[in-house]
Every structure is written in C-alpha cells, then in structure tokens.
T-cell receptor, first 113, second 112 residues
Framework: ETGVTQSPTHLIKTRGQQVTLRCSSQ?????VSWYQQALGQGPQFIFQ???????GRGNFPPRFSGLQFPNYSSELNVNALELDDSALYLC????????????FGDGTRLSIL | GENVEQHPSTLSVQEGDSAVIKCTYS??????FPWYKQELGKRPQLIID?????GEKKDQRIAVTLNKTAKHFSLHITETQPEDSAVYFC???????????FGAGTTVTVRA
C-alpha cells in the first residue's frame, strides 16, 4: 500500500510569486484535503476535493485554489504569496465520508522571503 | 464553525506514568474525533479515533474517552515510554461538514 506523498519537500519563494504544491493520495483513497500548519500550531483546513471538485473550504482567501485529477492526486496553488503564507502545507487523503480517517503526507515546507 | 480547545499545551511525565490530554469542542453536530501524534519534522500520524456512538475506545496503551453531553474528549496514555514524546493533536468533525478542526496541540515529554 502506497502512502500519501507530497512534492516538493521544501520551497523558497518571494512575496508576490505563485506556487504549486503536489500530492498523491494513498492507494484506494478518493478524497484529498489540504491543511496549513504554522509553526507551533495545529493544522488549519484549507479545502477538500472529491470527484475532482472542491466540496468544502476553510477560512482561506480565493488566492488559495486547488485541483484534483482523475487519479485522485491533487494540487494546491497559491497566488500573490505573502509573508504569512510561510508554513508547512499538509495533504491528507481518505475515503469519502465524514468519519473516514485522514492520513497525512510529510508536507511541503514553504518559506516566503 | 467548530472550535476545538486543547489542554495542557505542554506535559512532562516520568517514564512509566500516565499522560492525559483533554479537548473540548463547540459544535454539538461533531461526531468524529481523531487523535494525531506528530514527531519533530514528521507527518501527523493517526493514533486512535472515536465516533460519537462509542464512549470509550482502547488500543494497547492508548485510550480515548468521549462525553458528548459535556462536549469533551480525552486521550489517555498509560505506561509512557520515551518514544511517546511528541506533539499530540485532537480534532473534531461534524457529520454535516467537510472540515476537520484541530486543537493547538500538546507537547508531551517523557522523562527517562
């Protein structure tokens, strides 16, 4: 069984730039959720994708967007990067359903200069 | 939306003693409560979860209890070992929402 994989592991950008982060879900999982984890805090829900559509969103501005592909992999795109976007971005996959366990990848550490 | 509060923020225990972490939630529609362990520089790892139709669940040295009336749930680790040192997060998810809301985390240190 293949676990959740994310790329890249680290990324350095400057303010105003755009970034794309990638996630491959665990085999058999059809739902992908993205989280932002600032240093010393719990993960904050960004959005969730199921059947290639966003079906839930947290308190993040529209410059955070995503995609899900037919193979259930997903991308997180962030435009007009701000210093506060510096964080660990985590992807979690699961089966569809409110009580299905979510399994996380190792994350992408994004630093904004 | 759901608001999850977690206490304490740090916990130091002697090896072999028990550790207890408590969380409260605000949304009475929450029905799924997972716990994650995150070691430094690693991914959050699901260690146990409980659904609202169950009051307690055990897995070896780990147990979780849920009180839906009071809207709180707790993680109990017995016979703690140095490898239990990590940050632990509780979370809650309503059955009518896609959002999993996390607590701020508890840093557990097991002293040898």
């Amino acid at each position: 069984e293949t676990g959740v994989t994310q790329s890249p592991t680290h990324l350095i950008k400057t303010r105003g730039q755009q970034v794309t982060l990638r996630c491959s879900s665990q085999s058999g999982h059809n739902t992908v959720s993205w989280y932002q984890q600032a240093l010393g805090q719990g993960p904050q829900f960004i959005f969730q994708y199921y059947r290639e559509e966003e079906n839930g969103r947290g308190n993040f501005p529209p410059r955070f967007s995503g995609l899900q592909f037919p193979n259930y992999s997903s991308e997180l795109n962030v435009n007009a990067l701000e210093l506060d976007d510096s964080a660990l971005y985590l992807c979690a996959s699961s089966l569809a359903g409110w009580d299905q366990p979510q399994h996380f990848g190792d994350g992408t550490r994004l630093s904004i200069l | 939306g759901e608001n999850v509060e977690q206490h304490p923020s740090t916990l130091s225990v002697q090896e072999g003693d028990s550790a207890v972490i408590k969380c409260t939630y605000s949304d009475s529609a929450s029905n799924y409560f997972p716990w994650y362990k995150q070691e430094l520089g690693k991914r959050p790892q699901l260690i146990i979860d409980i659904r609202s139709n169950v009051g307690e669940k055990k897995d070896q040295r780990i147990a979780v209890t849920l009180n839906k009336t009071a809207k709180h749930f707790s993680l109990h680790i017995t016979e703690t070992q140095p490898e239990d040192s990590a940050v632990y997060f509780c979370a809650a998810r309503p059955s009518n929402d896609y959002k999993l809301s996390f607590g701020a985390g508890t840093t557990v240190t097991v002293r040898a």
